[in-house]
């Protein structure tokens, strides 16, 4: 008889679980412990690049539906109406649940413990997973370094495991913290280079019931001692942390030994070691650096130039392929005599598809080898591979005024057509609610904005034999591209694969053709052909701006042409209420006459960087004023994910009940262990009692809970027109009631220039369960500024959403810029 036979299961649909189970009780400080038999059950959920998601099982979980499994059991009814079953199924050899016959899976784990105890979870191959109904983040790609501290209660422990192909085991700390290196960030000595101020990092366990506090790095390297202070860590949390490396001692090629030391108040707590290897100066190497996104420390490679760098050389800006570090794209290199190469991250070797935090990180990188190396701005060249493929026409189109040409080598142009382990955006939606929250990904479509590559050279380069990302995608932009284009070279690698060696992205032919072209300079360039979808995104293109849009995340369109001699600028707009035009390059006193729209506008410049807004009115462009900080600009305009910047830190509630108050933290947990493995990141875990704006100045804030949960509501969103509490949503003039109500919302932090709250909120237990799920760590996908959702979405998708849509440019919820139900 199965150990599963006789144990009901509610009915659910569309998704697949796994049910893995022992009833073997280790003690504490046994070996790992592998999950050996399991039970499965198919095609129940659908997660993708999108806020809408659906999850049988999750709504089973939360409605407090969910029934234990057992082989044999009935599971709801496939799509063809026939009764699904749990079905038995066991690991390999190598301990590996292989389900990719039944997709969409979820493993189901149990395991007795003889006591409540501590354990490290460690499972690969999986999106996310529930332990007793929290919800952990997974291991989609198997990296192994994903450890979770867990705490076990006595008796029957269960585990619901989504994804497939996974290994799943646990093992039991000998002590409470602990420091892990599998996941390290180091950079690289550079032998003849002053290396006295490195910076690395590694991973703090806590799996202990208190918050570490007072904790100090020491590290040790070439004989020289360095002490650096670190954050505090959360009790049953990881976090990635930076300490100071004195490498001055690593003169001469070779791997140095780094001993660390972890203090919590002066008193040793766990030590370890790390090796950074220092190469010579005509080596490719890394460079880490604290980014202004969240405080962590990243790295980017570096190809030095053949030769002497000097101000005014040339860069060569490359994006790498899903699961590629970037130092090995760096290596993939010969030293040019003309120019540097500089490879960021995306922030983990997958990471967010160069969108989002991705392009943020790019920029980021952008910035920090410009001020490194000064090279000559009109010499920057953009290229990469595969998914950086991907990323070369996303940042080309999204910034076509920062690159002197871009190089696609065997990429995809959007994410609709080519995913990943996210999954595809969609190309449409089939209800006005669907196609409201898609349009929050407009700014990731770039055959939309494909008119912008206009002044750009481009060289696309695809191997015809490639299996991986088919040449037709190449095909593709070459069709998209001859419409309009006149300087763009195409080449297609006979016999080519996905990779031909490391020519499948140093091709000589491509850098030949960055040697034809510069970029121009604002002052040369007279026609304007710019479109954006966001200006939070990209606003600018040479001398105009979109500042504002009529309709929020539509397309804007920018055509203008000046005559400097004629002291004229002409043209037409799609899409825009506030218009930003440089005019620097007309002599001051210069009367400029405009005629945009049809619309004319005279003016006389002041000063010899002057600039002027243009509004839109009843159809007539006049001189207006810059808006202020409480409208919508560039800096701050929305959507959700837009708080996830500027050193967010994530505000947990506790002013709930207890299983409110559990949630938060919970969720917050779940959030930031997310963060880390999609973004390499580290994020500040407070509770809302410790929020206090002065303290917390220039930073964003990741809210959980509502306003009877979380006492920073009141600081942050006092002037909201969104009011969640325990028993419905209002937001502006519509309002809605029950205890199953989600939301996930933007709003600006008052009285700041760029910062942002994002909320995720809830009305009773069962909508703050409902959102739960994070897919908007994902990267492209779309959410809107506003969200309203019932925990019927997850069985009956978008039926089961109250409102998306925007806030209009004073911050104000208007009907022409959402969907209701």
């Known amino acids: 008889m199965s150990l599963f036979a006789g144990k009901p299961l509610a009915a659910l649909q569309l998704m697949v679980v796994v049910c893995l189970f022992s009833s073997f009780q280790l003690s504490y400080g046994q070996e790992p412990y592998q999950f050996q038999k399991g039970l499965i059950i198919g095609n129940v959920y659908h997660y993708g690049r999108e806020a809408m998601y659906t999850d049988q099982l999750a709504w089973a979980l939360y409605s407090g539906k969910l029934q234990t499994p057992a082989e044999g059991a009935a599971f709801g009814k496939d799509e063809k109406g026939q009764t699904r079953q749990w079905k038995l199924t066991a690991a390999d050899a190598k301990n590996r649940f292989s389900n990719r016959a039944t997709p969409n899976a979820y493993l189901y784990l149990t395991y007795t413990a003889d006591r409540e105890k501590t354990a490290i979870l460690n499972i690969k191959g999986n999106s996310a997973l529930y332990l007793n109904g929290v919800l952990h983040t997974g291991d989609p790609y198997a990296l192994n370094w994903m450890n979770i501290p867990v705490k076990l209660k006595k008796g029957l422990n269960e585990f619901y495991v989504r994804g497939q192909n996974i290994t799943a085991a646990l093992t039991f700390p000998s002590k409470p913290v602990t420091i892990n290196t599998e996941d390290a960030t180091l950079p690289n000595a550079v032998t003849g280079r002053n290396n006295g101020a490195l910076l690395a990092a590694v991973v703090i366990i806590n799996s202990s019931n208190a918050v570490l506090k007072n904790l100090s790095m020491q ?105 590629v570090e970037a130092i090995g794209q760096a290596k993939a290199y010969k030293s040019k005599d003309w120019g540097t190469v500089v490879t960021p991250t995306n922030r983990r070797p997958r990471g967010f598809n160069w969108e989002d935090w991705g392009r943020l990180d790019a920029l980021e990188v952008l910035g920090q080898a410009t001020t490194m190396f000064k090279p000559d701005l009109q010499r920057i060249y953009l290229t990469g591979h595969s998914m950086g493929g991907h990323g070369t026409w996303f940042l080309g189109a999204t910034y076509p005024d920062k690159w002197a040409s871009i190089a696609p080598c065997s990429g995809y142009p959007t994410l609709k057509g080519y995913g990943s382990a996210d999954g595809l955006i969609p190309e449409s939606g089939s209800t006005a609610m669907e196609s409201m929250l898609i349009r929050a990904s407009n700014q990731s479509d770039v055959i939309k904005l494909a008119q912008n590559y206009k002044s750009l050279g481009v060289y696309i380069l695809h191997g015809d034999s490639d299996k991986v990302v088919s040449v037709n995608y190449a095909r593709q932009m070459k069709k998209v591209l001859a419409d309009f284009h006149t300087d763009y070279s195409y080449y297609e690698y006979p016999g080519g694969e996905h990779w031909f060696g490391d020519q499948s992205v140093d091709w000589k032919p491509i850098y030949d053709f960055f040697k034809w072209h510069k970029l121009a300079a604002d002052s040369s360039v007279n026609h304007i052909d710019f479109t954006t979808a966001n200006p939070g995104v990209s606003a600018k293109y040479h001398w105009a ?33 506030v218009l930003k035009l440089n005019l620097q390059d007309f002599a001051v006193g210069a009367t400029v006459n405009m005629t945009i729209d049809n619309s004319a506008v005279i003016y006389t410049t002041k000063s010899a960087a002057d600039s002027i807004y243009l509004r839109k009115e009843n159809d007539k462009w006049a001189l207006g004023s810059k808006p202020g900080s409480t409208e919508k600009n560039p800096l701050r305009n929305g959507t959700f994910k837009e708080g996830f910047n500027y050193q967010m830190v994530f505000v947990y509630g506790t002013t709930g009940n207890a299983q409110e108050n559990e949630w938060s933290l919970n969720k917050a947990r779940y959030d930031a262990e997310t963060w880390y493995y999609r973004g390499n990141g580290a994020v500040d875990i407070i509770a809302d009692k410790a929020y206090n704006p002065a303290q917390y100045k220039g930073r964003n804030v990741v809210l959980y809970g509502n306003s009877v949960t979380n006492s920073a509501w009141k600081i942050l969103l006092n002037d909201c027109p969104v009011k969640i509490d325990r028993n419905g949503v209002k937001a502006g003039k519509k309002s809605w009631s029950g205890d199953d109500l989600a939301v996930n919302f933007v709003w600006p932090v008052k009285g700041t220039v760029y910062n942002a709250v994002s909320v995720i909120a809830g009305t009773g237990m069962k909508g703050l369960n409902t959102a739960y799920a994070n897919q908007y760590l994902a990267g492209g996908s779309g959410f809107p500024d506003i969200f309203v959702y019932r925990l019927d979405m997850l069985k009956e998708g978008s039926k089961g959403v109250e409102m998306a849509g925007f806030f209009n440019n004073q911050w104000e919820l208007a009907t022409e810029a959402t969907v209701q139900k």
């Open 219 to 323: 590290s040790k390297a070439a004989g020289t001692k360095t002490l650096t202070s670190i954050p505090d860590v959360l009790p049953m949390t990881t976090r990635k942390v930076y300490f100071k490396v004195d490498g001055s001692g690593m003169r001469n090629k070779n791997n140095y030994k780094v001993d660390l030391s972890l203090a919590q108040a002066g008193k040793q707590i766990d030590t370890a070691s790390v090796i950074i290897e220092a190469v010579t100066s005509s080596s490719s190497y890394k460079n880490t650096f604290i980014s202004k996104i969240d405080g962590s420390l990243q790295y980017y490679a570096v190809t030095p130039k053949l030769g002497t760098t000097q101000p005014g050389d040339a860069m060569f800006f490359s994006v790498h392929g899903a699961g």
């Open 545 to 577: 701006a979109v500042i504002q849009q009529q309709q929020p995340l539509q397309y804007s369109h920018i055509q203008l042409v000046r005559n400097k001699k004629d002291m004229t600028i002409k043209g037409s707009t799609e899409n825009i209420s």
